[in-house]
């Protein structure tokens, strides 16, 4: 339009690092981070110029733009500066997984390039084995850097055996590093800023690029979706390497909240921490729900205000979501993936829904939602590309597009062609969409089940389980059957008291005949496997359904059933 122009007094690089600078400017005495186990605190001024010397210090170590630089390490208060430090060197932050063993840690390092690693001094070994590892390979190893952070249980410490470049507090400390450091500001707001690898719960984990725009964009968006007014403490039960800790790790900056770093994540550190620094907000995937709704009375400690927990990263069952809000937590549930900076729908609440029944609302709340701001997320058909109708019946792939879309998979422009094919990131999952427009994740589509012809959710079987009041977990895949072809075979953990009066034999029985008297026959489980030792979880608390496959799988076909055989045709 006539007039209109485009200059430095209105257009600036979309960056989360300006958060910081803001943070600092308005709550410079307020408590930026603090370790629940030691209860270290640091303000949002001594945050800031501590970032500022880690940047400077990364320049002066070679740390150019566009350089990535790893962090391995769980969620202490090195993390919450991390995030901020690199990026203002101009550099990538890439935060592996805390529970990779060396091999695939070495395999990460290698493919990232990554030229530093900072690394939490509870991994340590793993992380010199890392290193071992690829130095045998012939490739350079990264320059490592030790995080001393007190450990929960001190008896833990040792000290460092093998090779140690930096110390995290030296650099930070150095007297050669300086808060007066220009920040190298991105030119282009597409620059990255971050590079995640997926959980890897069904191949091997890909490199998923986050520009400084989307990553500014859905930090914002998150802080919406958490319901977060301004100062806000944050106990951070999401792992920070995943998805930049749901974008949080940024997040919590914008609003000059407090960053509670917890090492482990149990039913008692969450009550304590709830408890000791007034905890108004949280997250976690639904496996944390379950901690928290299966707490012992000892483990339990008054919640004197209400938490607003957000959960994501897995299907919420909503026996579960039904127990939080009776313990009285405020879910908020969000789906994402790590290509979509992690939260991309949310199931907004509609005040009409507070009147309805309990179990009603649990249930409405189970459903992944609309998109949020930033993106658009609809349910098609993969091969025409069409809506599927908003009847809650037809099943399709969710497809997302926008500005919270990843760059792209790094050096692998095939995949990244494939995922976002025709305009749309290709998410996996299969969906229905309600009349209200709200999308059901129904199952990933490697995890559905067909059988004789009929697709059952996985997700719909285990929701019946986990209404059953002897079962703690619950996971459904599908195992070879003479007739159908597959039909469903649950691996549940019992609750505790469930589990010592349990008869084997008995207890299985009766959890088939629990699903058949409230699914469609088909969908009920023709196995049941009872696991003492809970279920095998990615370090994201994903359930490895590729493992129970396996363990189905060797449990042999199930064989015809006459009785089933009259009871429905094949289609
Ligand atoms: N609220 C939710 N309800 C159901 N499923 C969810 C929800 N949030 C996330 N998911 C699942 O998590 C997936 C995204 O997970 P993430 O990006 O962490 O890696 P991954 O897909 O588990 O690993 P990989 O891609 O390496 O196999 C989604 O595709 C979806 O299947």
């Known amino acids: 339009m006539e007039g209109a122009v485009l200059c430095a007094a209105n257009h600036a690089p979309l960056t989360p690092i300006t958060f910081l600078d803001r943070a600092a400017l308005v709550y410079p005495d307020r408590p930026a981070i603090v370790a629940s186990s030691s209860g270290l605190t640091r303000t949002w001024r001594e945050t800031r110029d501590r970032c500022l010397r880690l940047a400077a210090a990364l320049a002066a170590l070679g740390v150019h733009r566009h350089h990535v630089v790893a962090v391995f390490a769980q969620n202490i208060p090195a993390m919450c500066e991390l995030h901020f430090g690199i990026p203002m060197a101009g550099a990538v932050i890439c935060t592996l997984n805390s529970r990779l063993d060396a091999a695939m840690a070495s395999v990460l390092l290698r493919h990232s390039e990554a030229k530093l690693i900072f690394v939490d001094c509870a991994l340590l070994d793993v992380a010199h084995d890392a290193i071992r590892r690829i130095s045998q390979s012939g490739a350079t190893p990264p320059v490592l850097v030790l995080i001393s952070e007190l450990l929960d249980d001190p008896s833990d410490a040792k000290l460092p055996s093998g090779r140690v470049d930096y110390e995290y507090e030296h650099l930070v400390g150095n007297a050669g590093s300086s808060p007066e450091f220009a920040v190298r500001w991105p030119a282009d707001e597409n620059e990255p800023i971050a590079l995640n690898y997926t959980s890897g719960t069904t191949s091997r984990p890909k490199g998923v690029i986050y520009s400084h725009r989307g990553a500014y964009l859905n930090s914002l968006a998150a802080v919406l979706l958490n319901d977060m007014a301004s100062t806000p403490v944050y106990l951070w039960t999401v792992p920070m ?196 427009g709200y999308v059901k994740v129904l199952d990933r589509s490697k995890d559905i089940i067909i059988s004789g012809g009929e697709n059952i959710s996985t997700i719909e079987v285990e929701a019946a389980l986990f209404s059953h009041p002897a079962v703690e977990e619950a996971a459904v895949v599908g195992r070879p059957d003479e007739y159908w072809g597959e039909t469903p075979c649950a691996f549940v953990k019992l609750r505790p008291g469930a589990a010592a009066a349990a008869k084997a034999g008995v207890v299985e029985e009766e959890l088939m005949a629990y699903c058949r008297a409230r699914l469609p026959r088909y969908m009920a489980p023709r196995t049941v496997v009872v696991v003492e030792e809970g279920l095998p979880k990615t370090a994201t608390g994903k359930v490895q359904k590729f493992e129970l496959r396996a363990r189905a799988k060797a449990m042999g076909t199930v064989p015809a059933a006459p009785a089933a055989k009259s009871k429905r045709s094949k289609l």
């Open 241 to 436: 390497f995943h998805c930049n800790g749901w974008c949080m790790a940024w997040g919590v900056a914008a609003q000059g909240g407090t960053n509670v770093c917890v090492r482990r994540v149990t039913a008692a550190t969450i009550f304590d921490a709830v408890a000791r620094h007034g905890v108004t907000h949280m997250g976690g995937a639904p496996t944390v729900l379950s901690m928290i709704v299966n707490a012992t009375a000892e483990e339990q400690r008054p919640v004197a205000r209400r938490v607003t927990v957000m959960t994501g990263g897995a299907p919420p069952p909503p026996k579960v979501l039904h127990r939080m809000e009776e313990q009285g937590f405020l879910v908020i549930h969000s789906y994402g993936l790590t290509e979509t900076y992690g939260p991309a729908t949310v199931c907004t609440w509609r005040p009409e829904w507070d009147a309805l029944p309990a179990e009603e609302r649990a249930r409405i709340k189970s459903r992944q939602g609309v998109h949020h701001h930033g993106l658009e997320v609809d349910v098609k058909d993969p091969a025409t590309m069409r809506s599927v109708p908003r009847d809650g019946k037809t099943m399709g792939e969710v497809m997302l597009r926008g500005n919270t879309v990843m760059s792209g998979y790094y050096k692998d422009g095939a995949a990244t062609a494939e995922a976002l094919a025709g305009g749309w990131f290709r998410s996996g999952d299969l969906a229905v969409r309600h009349e209200d």
